[in-house]
């Protein structure tokens, strides 16, 4: 049968959890171990955390389609290159996805986390679908293996939880922050000097959790009053846990 004439392959949006091997879902799991194509989205030079969590269910000789960021933190997200070159990206990626699948072929595509929840995955489903069978599976969340490595509860009763990127204006943060009872800070980076003000502006700074690498290895969970440097990786963030009606 010609690649123009085969059945459609699957799309698949896997999310494979926060970092630890074992947060897979039995689904995703059967997903990654019988997959045609394995695709996953990676820094220039690095194998991706994805793709390393998924490391002990690839099956030998599946064959890999790394997705390589053209640009990541090296200019901000509002600038016209950054614009140009992601844009550029995801239109190549998403091509190349969309020709396996044309050819008959199943693809999963590793999303850190939860494909829907801040996931890269995103820009190539809204691509795809509609064109090629997509299918998106569910993944722990890293915000929920963090505050769980943590050993926190997140909300109460009736406290409203007020997730933010930390890509935010300042006064923007400190606006959103005072108005919520729990909150989830991602995407700190160079973004955390801004972040702890904005956490002090909101009177939330005493209550807050760094935690960097949450379920993965080399894992950090500390009191944000401790964290006194301003170095973060991608993979930290910032908990604030409500104190809402217990029984």
């Known amino acids: 049968m010609s690649a123009s004439s085969a059945t459609p392959g699957t799309v698949y949006g896997v999310g494979v959890g926060p970092g630890a091997p074992d947060l897979l879902t039995l689904r995703a799991a059967r997903i ?10 990676a820094k220039r ?23 390589l960021y053209p640009v ?24 190349a996805v969309r020709r396996l699948a044309e050819a008959g072929r199943s693809v999963a595509v590793i999303s850190e986390g939860d ?21 998106v599976v569910p993944g722990v969340t890293g915000m929920s293996g963090c505050w769980t490595r943590a050993d926190v509860p997140i909300t109460w009763g009736d406290d409203i939880l007020t997730v933010l ?4 204006a300042e006064e923007v943060l400190a606006a959103r922050l005072s108005m919520t009872d729990a909150a ?11 972040v ?6 909101a009177g939330l700074h005493g209550r807050a ?8 290895a080399g894992e950090r969970v500390m009191p944000l009053a401790d964290k006194t440097d301003d170095d973060a990786p991608y993979f930290s963030m910032i908990l604030v846990p409500g104190e809402g009606r217990r029984i």
């Open 32 to 41: 990654v171990e019988t997959a045609d194509v394995l695709a996953y989205f």
């Open 45 to 67: 030079g690095r194998r991706g955390n994805g793709r390393t969590i998924v490391e002990g269910l690839v099956r030998p000789g599946t064959e890999e389609l790394p997705l």
């Open 72 to 95: 990541t933190t090296e200019l901000p997200v509002g600038h016209p290159d950054y614009e140009r070159m992601i844009l550029g990206f995801y239109e190549d990626s998403a091509a």
């Open 115 to 135: 494909p829907f929840f801040y996931g890269s995955f995103m820009h190539l489903w809204r691509r795809l679908r509609g064109v090629v069978p997509v299918e």
């Open 165 to 168: 990127p930390g890509t935010l």
């Open 184 to 194: 989830v800070v991602m995407k700190l980076g160079h973004n955390l000097p801004k």
């Open 196 to 201: 702890r003000r904005a956490m002090i502006a």
């Open 209 to 216: 959790i760094y935690v960097e690498r949450g379920a993965m």
